[in-house]
């Protein structure tokens, strides 16, 4: 099962909204197929892993799957019909799965049949590997990922706003990696006013880009200029501005110009755009609507502390370079309201450090509590 999971990796930015899923089939104690699924839209694990093998061999035979095997006719036809019609002697279930046309209907129909199924390996692992997968089905939002470069005094730009760059180049390609396999990168308007970025994934040679993010910039006030990259490239990647809807209206011609750039519009009610939980999560379950598993938000402040305090974030990627900058002015990389003490701050179920270069990166999954307004999907 672990070489399932590990297999299952594969498929990350590939598959989604899709989960990621693993297979493996093994007899006298030998790995005789694997596989995993590849692409959305394409076969399932247990259709790679399968391929070639004959009923015969299958009979003798036990198939390690990280989920439990889908039931239902979607963009493939069931994987269960497959393995019923060359069963194997023992399936071994990492987790059933929550969706609700399987939702232990595939398990059911293997037992049925008299297959004998084992469920529950290393489904912690597994839970792990599809948390975004988990928390869309449960709450109706993409799984939230924050990022940002600080120096070791904890400032992403210095009191003028200049900071580029604070991460070393190693950082910034890790990072364009990230931004190649989800579903929207989101930034608020002062980073688009202060940086002008392009947001897009930039890759080296012979890597590949899984998906195409939504560009989506939080402007209630609807401060981005026509001429920044974002507009100017909005036929090559989607771009999304989130705006008050009073706001849009005072600036017709303005609107137009977007419009003929290929800019879309989020429109907020008044009480949406006051109120900055309330607006964040109409933009998160905007982007769920749309077919989005994975968000990267890349900052400013405000908007990251708005997440922070309404308990939307999910993972925090963090990279650390060795300068110091030093001023009163510099700024931070959350805002908003925090907290009153110490205890009350965010902590992590799950952490890593690695150097790159001089740089130090931090990747964490946030503990979850019981108040979490984002549904999460422990």
């Not at 076969?43 to 799957?65: C, F, K």
Request: hydrophobic share 40%; proline share 5%; with cysteine.
């Amino acid at each position: 099962m672990a070489m399932a999971l590990e297999l299952a990796k594969g498929g990350q930015g590939w598959v989604e909204p899709n989960p990621m899923v693993g297979c493996v089939v093994v007899r006298d104690g030998e790995l005789i197929a694997s596989g995993f699924h590849e692409r959305f839209g394409g076969p399932h694990a247990e259709v790679h892993a399968l391929r070639g093998l004959d009923a015969e061999v299958l009979s003798q035979s036990t198939l390690y799957v990280t989920l439990e095997p889908c039931a239902h006719h979607g963009k493939t036809p069931p994987c269960v019909e497959l393995l019923l019609s060359k069963p194997p002697s023992r399936v071994v279930v990492a987790m059933q799965d929550p969706f609700e046309k399987v939702a232990g209907l595939g398990i059911s129909r293997l037992q049925q049949t008299g297959i004998h199924v084992t469920t529950g390996v290393l489904e912690e692992q597994a839970r792990r590997l599809n948390a975004p997968y988990l928390k869309r089905l449960a709450s109706g939002f993409p799984w939230v990922i924050t990022k940002w470069a600080m120096t070791l005094d904890g400032a992403i730009a210095t009191g003028s706003l200049d900071s580029k760059w604070i991460s070393n180049e190693l950082s910034r390609q890790q990072v364009h990696r990230l931004r190649s396999r989800v579903d929207a990168v989101v930034v608020g308007s002062s980073t688009v006013l202060a940086d002008d970025p392009l947001l897009t994934a930039r890759l080296g040679p012979g890597e590949l880009v899984a998906r195409t993010a939504m560009r989506v910039v939080l402007d209630r006030r609807f401060r981005t200029m026509e001429s920044s990259q974002l507009v100017r490239t909005a036929r090559e990647a989607p771009v999304i501005v989130v705006v008050d809807r009073e706001a849009l209206a005072q600036v017709p011609d303005k609107r137009r110009a977007f419009d003929r750039a290929g800019a879309e519009f989020l429109e907020l009610e008044r009480g949406q755009s006051q109120d900055p939980a309330a607006g964040l999560e109409h933009v998160l379950r905007e982007i769920v609507r749309r077919g989005g598993t994975n968000v990267l938000v890349e900052g400013g402040a405000m908007v990251m502390g708005s997440l922070f305090d309404a308990r939307l974030v999910d993972q925090v990627e963090c990279y650390i370079a060795p300068k110091v900058i030093g001023g009163l002015e510099a700024r931070r990389a959350v805002g908003g309201v925090g907290v009153e003490s110490i205890a009350l701050g965010a902590g992590f179920q799950e952490t890593h450090w690695e150097t790159l270069g001089a740089d130090l990166h931090f990747s964490g999954i946030l503990a979850r509590c019981p108040t979490d307004r984002s549904g999460g999907a422990d």
